[in-house]
């Protein structure tokens, strides 16, 4: 019979062939964590030249805006190629010309790290064919871009209202149009979903102003007084083209007739020729003791 201390020590006895396989494991982790070890250099490596591409490719692409802008402005220098389409070509080359960049720097970094581009962009055709349907509002925008840049329907700094969306054109880009209001808002469009264009920034615009006039004078003393007043403003005041257009009674009103003014005048400059036109009516009215009507709010008693 087997004393005690025999037998605690035949149960922690390892059984044959483990001491073996905890060997075999101890020096497969240890070759790993060597491998592991011995491809940092490498990676960081590969990280640095990646650096030093994606830095290369940054001044590429500030060189290359810097000649797109200098190729817009010699283009505007030509009589017949005005400043606003030259920013828009600007615009457009610049936005064209950063995403082939782009996609150059990407390419070149996954070669660097061993990615295999030609079998990743077949990946990516078959992927892009189950994607057509989803692309193809992208294509709507990039195709809609060239068309307006192609077409020169609007351009950089024009007076616009896109989608009953009004405002000054900042940007346009083979993708989006961007424009600011009046409040400073900027609206980025995408190109494809541009519906309606008006442009008030080509050839001339009509500033319209209403006079309202009482009933009680003559509509022949009111409409010479106006006439002669816009004769004179037609002399002063800059950017008024021709006399003023005075329309007799256009409309009546509840407690007035209107008289109606139209005047020829650059774009941009309708608000602040119909503003000087206003003022001088009202002006000629006070100096012949016409009180233009006007509502009053009834007092109520309290």
Known sequence: MLSPARMIAAKVTPAPGVGEQVETDLKAATEGAKSILDKFPEFFSHLLISAIVLVIGLVIIKLGKKIIAGLARRRSKNSKVNSQRSETFRSIITSIFSYIMFFILVTIILNIFGVDVTSLLAAAGVVGIALAFGAQTLVKDLLAGLFIWGEGTIAVGDLVSINDLDGTVESITIRTTSIRNYNGNIYNIPNGDIRTITNMSRG??????????????????????????????????????????????????????????????????????????????????????????HYSVPETET
């Open 204 to 293: 001339f615009k009509r500033a319209i102003v209403n006079v309202p006039c009482p009933y009680e004078e003559s509509q022949e003393r009111l409409v010479s007084m106006v006439k002669e007043e816009m004769e004179i403003a037609a002399k002063e005041v800059e950017g008024i083209r021709t006399v003023p257009d005075v329309m007799s009674i256009v409309a009546f009103d509840k407690n007035s007739v209107r008289l109606q003014v139209a005047v020829v005048c650059p774009v941009g400059e309708h608000w602040r020729i119909e503003r000087e036109i206003r003022t001088r009516i009202k002006a000629r009215f006070d100096r012949e003791g016409i009180m233009m009507p």
